[in-house]
């Protein structure tokens, strides 16, 4: 059925040649270059493309919203027969979060850190008049249960540093989903989540859509991801549409090279290393119990680390997998057991640390947006650890910083003057990257950091740190959820469940059967590039529990 022959009641959303322009230098740049869309009640249109495709840009545009230092320049957005161009600024945001919501990919950026979870929840059906609020606190409570919140009856009480990433992510949708909207654009909503609990989420949000004939646009890097939830899907690339068709068309036959570029992503496996058992570890940690306050988080873990070898952590949210980065750390005193650093115990709590020891073990974090400060320059991030650890200053400073930019592929006449804001998300997260390697580590711990970028990115920052680790000897801790990630990076594998090590081995004995119970679980959780998976895999664990439940 063509645009024209859609009746009123079924066409929801209509965008006809969007263009928006990004402010650089008092120079105005467009970065969405006449783009169409248009959505019909009921329906998920899936948008893909790699960082700065413009996939963000046009899934706000929806709500006709801009971001600050972008502006819409031409083009027309009606929602539900209205011109949201033509509304008062006033009616625009009166529709935001009752006729149209937005799920954004940074949890953590995105909550107020001083109010309790059910107290965001509340706020906008409490202040439109959908519900009281005392009808709010339920339903948020029903909604924490269906997206497969823990404690969903409690949870609600905590204030957004009490959860983990993950159940953030989820607090969010419920979020969204509070006022039943018409229109939910999800930007890449499941990104912080583990396979596991993804399955679950994924099948929540599109239960919901259905049920209340919401459309969605769905926003993601993840190609599987997309193939479960869409109906149909547009390619985007430098702000324009390369390719748009039906799911299952778009998946079997795509016809434009790009496309089929994304299609075959995530080709690069490093050569796994087998480490000398023989040496003494970089990093050894033995039986750690850690908690926080009453609440007991690690139960009596052990591992080692090698030079120049990954150790890839994996688990669903909650596991402990980022506790025990910070029992290392010192961020988190154990309760119980050592962490041992070339055969020497390190003090639990980072204060009583020398600088030096400091120095050894560095972190990259999994969301660039929040961990780097949006008010200093490239120049001043990388060059404070330059300053803090090592001394240097003036010329040799300056020098250092702008080699420590070519390590990571970033042109230092370019780049050495920007402000966070202004780069990618891959870059971001080279930036990050930079600033960890010019403390000169041995040890690097990376929490995540490729969960929050399109696959493109993301195996460019896999290969910038397996060779940073061949030239420099590093020893790496990948936190990751992501098992692609896993088989392209890692040596050797932990798995982790409440808190214990269930398995650890090499790469290779991990991923060969017979699997522990629940790494058969997160293996066979991957989302595959099929639209009948998620229906599928769900129907085999209900048969499953059917069958248990009645043994």
């Given at each position: 059925?063509?645009?024209?022959?859609?009746?009123?009641?079924?066409?929801?959303?209509?965008?006809?040649?969007?263009?928006?322009?990004?402010?650089?230098?008092?120079?105005?740049?467009?970065?969405?270059?006449?783009?169409?869309?248009?959505?019909?009640?009921?329906?998920?249109?899936?948008?893909?493309?790699?960082?700065?495709?413009?996939?963000?840009?046009?899934?706000?545009?929806?709500?006709?919203?801009?971001?600050?230092?972008?502006?819409?320049?031409?083009?027309?957005?009606f929602f539900d027969g209205i011109d949201l161009r033509e509304l008062r600024r006033r009616e625009r945001r009166a529709m935001r979060g009752v006729k149209i919501a937005y799920v954004a990919q940074s949890a953590a950026a995105s909550f107020n850190p001083a109010h309790?979870?059910?107290?965001?929840?509340?706020?906008?059906?409490?202040?439109?008049?959908?519900?009281?609020?005392?009808?709010?606190?339920?339903?948020?409570?029903?909604?924490?249960?269906?997206?497969?919140?823990?404690?969903?009856?409690?949870?609600?009480?905590?204030?957004?540093?009490?959860?983990?990433?993950?159940?953030l992510q989820r607090a969010m949708t419920a979020m969204a989903l509070s006022c039943r909207p018409d229109l939910i654009i999800f930007?890449?909503?499941?990104?912080?989540?583990?396979?596991?609990t993804q399955i679950e989420v994924l099948a929540t949000i599109r239960d919901i859509v259905e049920q209340f004939n919401t459309a969605a646009i769905y926003i993601t890097h993840d190609l599987a991801v997309v193939a479960q939830m869409a109906d149909k899907i547009t390619v985007l690339r430098y702000g324009e549409v390369v390719e748009e068709a039906d799911t299952r068309l778009m998946l079997s036959d795509p016809q434009e090279n790009y496309?089929?570029?994304?299609?075959?992503?995530?080709?690069?496996?490093?050569?796994?290393?087998?480490?000398?058992?023989?040496?003494?570890?970089?990093?050894?940690?033995?039986?750690?119990?850690?908690?926080?306050?009453?609440?007991?988080?690690?139960?009596?873990?052990?591992?080692?680390?090698?030079?120049?070898?990954?150790?890839?952590?994996?688990?669903?949210?909650?596991?402990?997998?980022?506790?025990?980065?910070?029992?290392?750390?010192?961020?988190?005193?154990?309760?119980?057991?050592?962490?041992?650093?070339?055969?020497?115990?390190?003090?639990?709590?980072?204060?009583?640390?020398?600088?030096?020891?400091?120095?050894?073990?560095?972190?990259?974090?999994?969301?660039?947006?929040?961990?780097?400060?949006?008010?200093?320059?490239?120049?001043?991030?990388?060059?404070?650890?330059?300053?803090?650890?090592?001394?240097?200053?003036?010329?040799?400073?300056?020098?250092?910083?702008?080699?420590?930019?070519?390590?990571?592929?970033?042109?230092?006449?370019?780049?050495?003057?920007?402000?966070?804001?202004?780069?990618?998300?891959?870059?971001?997260?080279?930036?990050?990257?930079?600033?960890?390697?010019a403390a000169e580590p041995e040890f690097i711990i990376c929490d995540e950091v490729t969960s929050a970028l399109d696959q493109l990115v993301a195996e460019g920052i896999l290969r910038l740190l397996d060779r940073l680790q061949q030239e420099l000897s590093l020893a790496y801790m990948f936190i990751t959820h992501d098992l692609a990630t896993v088989k392209a990076i890692a040596d050797r594998v932990i798995v982790m469940l409440q808190g214990k090590i269930v398995e650890q081995g090499s790469k290779i004995a991990i991923f060969s059967p017979p699997h522990h119970e629940y790494t058969e679980l997160l293996l066979s959780s991957v989302p595959e590039m099929d639209p009948d998976w998620l229906d599928r895999t769900l129907e085999e664990r209900k048969h499953l529990s059917i069958q248990s439940a009645g043994q």
């Open positions: 059925m063509t645009t024209e022959e859609k009746t009123d009641s079924e066409l929801l959303l209509e965008i006809k040649g969007l263009r928006i322009e990004g402010q650089t230098d008092d120079v105005w740049v467009q970065i969405v270059k006449g783009v169409d869309v248009t959505l019909d009640r009921g329906e998920i249109l899936g948008l893909i493309g790699e960082s700065g495709a413009g996939k963000s840009t046009i899934g706000l545009a929806a709500m006709g919203y801009a971001q600050p230092g972008c502006r819409i320049s031409d083009g027309e957005i309790k979870l059910i107290d965001q929840f509340s706020e906008t059906p409490v202040q439109h008049g959908v519900h009281s609020r005392e009808e709010a606190e339920a339903d948020g409570i029903d909604l924490f249960t269906r997206l497969q919140m823990p404690n969903p009856e409690t949870i609600g009480f905590r204030y957004p540093h009490q959860v983990s990433g993950g159940q930007d890449e909503p499941t990104t912080a989540l583990d396979v596991t496309t089929k570029s994304l299609w075959a992503v995530r080709s690069f496996k490093k050569t796994v290393n087998a480490p000398d058992l023989e040496s003494v570890p970089l990093c050894k940690v033995e039986n750690v119990n850690a908690a926080y306050g009453d609440v007991p988080v690690l139960h009596d873990i052990s591992f080692e680390i090698h030079k120049g070898y990954t150790v890839a952590i994996v688990g669903e949210s909650g596991s402990g997998k980022s506790t025990a980065a910070r029992v290392i750390t010192g961020l988190l005193p154990p309760t119980q057991g050592q962490i041992f650093y070339k055969g020497e115990a390190l003090p639990p709590d980072y204060r009583r640390r020398t600088k030096d020891q400091l120095r050894q073990v560095q972190m990259i974090y999994q969301m660039a947006d929040t961990a780097l400060n949006p008010r200093q320059r490239i120049r001043d991030i990388i060059g404070r650890p330059l300053t803090f650890y090592l001394g240097m200053k003036g010329a040799e400073k300056e020098a250092r910083i702008r080699e420590l930019l070519d390590m990571i592929e970033l042109e230092p006449n370019d780049f050495i003057g920007r402000f966070p804001g202004e780069l990618s998300g891959g870059q971001k997260q080279r930036l990050c990257i930079a600033r960890a390697l």
